[in-house]
């Protein structure tokens, strides 16, 4: 299993990292979201659930800052996303590490360097970091896959390469949207299992998912909020699940 002891614990103890407050989203002339409130506090476990074409995925991006609401506030650690320059984004966007549904790589680089673009973008030592990106790509699955392009991968090596890319800056938040969709039963729950392990570090998780069964299996490991999007609005959804 991948060492998780190098990543650091969350710092900002005590308030929402991420916060919207009565937030609305309009597009193409249709409102997709309305009246959203909700708060991720520190080593909190959320998944997000609702009918394809509900908004998850919109809900996401305005939790990483991607797009700004049409009504009402998104707080980012605690500023304002309105009042945020690009710079600004950029450096919550090291907070933040995002498994997202399409996954981009860069084609001509492989896995392994796939993986650690964060790191090379950010100026890191990547030789420092060689033995954690060795292990993080193991964990996830894909050391036999590591110098491999990315055409060559299936849908589940192209999502757990996604994942392991997401969590190498050892973020604050990891955001993920339907990381398990291509993956078999097996390897959804490893992945799972490397979600819980960030989140008892104290990392906050939010994962976006049509998969019940995957939230029932997370149930019994760690204590999880799940909402529902159920007509433009968020829902704390029951124990019917």
């Not at 970091?129 to 790509?137: G, I, K, M, Q, V």
């Not at 050892?170 to 097996?186: F, K, Q, Y």
Request: some cysteine; glycine content about 10%; proline content about 4%.
């Amino acid at each position: 299993m991948w060492p998780l002891g190098h990543l650091g614990a969350v710092s900002d103890k005590g308030t929402a990292v991420i916060e919207l407050e009565n937030v609305a989203y309009s597009y193409g002339g249709g409102e997709l979201l309305a009246d959203v409130s909700l708060a991720l506090s520190p080593g909190s476990f959320h998944f997000l659930t609702g009918p394809s074409g509900s908004g998850k995925t919109t809900l996401l991006k305005l939790c990483y800052g991607a797009l700004v609401p049409t009504a009402g506030q998104v707080r980012l650690f605690g500023q304002e996303r309105r009042t945020m320059e690009r710079d600004d984004i950029a450096m919550i966007r090291r907070r933040i590490g995002v498994v997202h549904q399409d996954c981009q790589f860069l084609d001509h680089l492989s896995v392994s360097e796939n993986i650690a673009l964060p790191l090379a973008v950010s100026g890191r030592d990547l030789l420092a970091e060689d033995a954690n990106l060795r292990e993080l790509t193991g964990w996830v699955g894909l050391k036999e896959r590591a110098n491999a392009l990315p055409p060559e991968l299936s849908g589940g090596e192209r999502q757990r390469a996604a994942l392991a890319r997401a969590v190498i800056m050892s973020p604050d938040v990891v955001l993920a949207d339907e990381p398990t969709g291509n993956v078999d039963w097996e390897m959804s729950q490893r992945l799972l299992r490397l979600l819980i392990e960030l989140n008892r570090m104290g990392k906050t998780i939010l994962i976006a998912t049509h998969d019940l069964a995957l939230i029932r299996a997370a149930k019994s490991h760690v204590q999880a909020r799940v909402l529902r999007i159920a007509s433009r609005k968020l829902q704390l959804a029951g124990a019917d699940l």
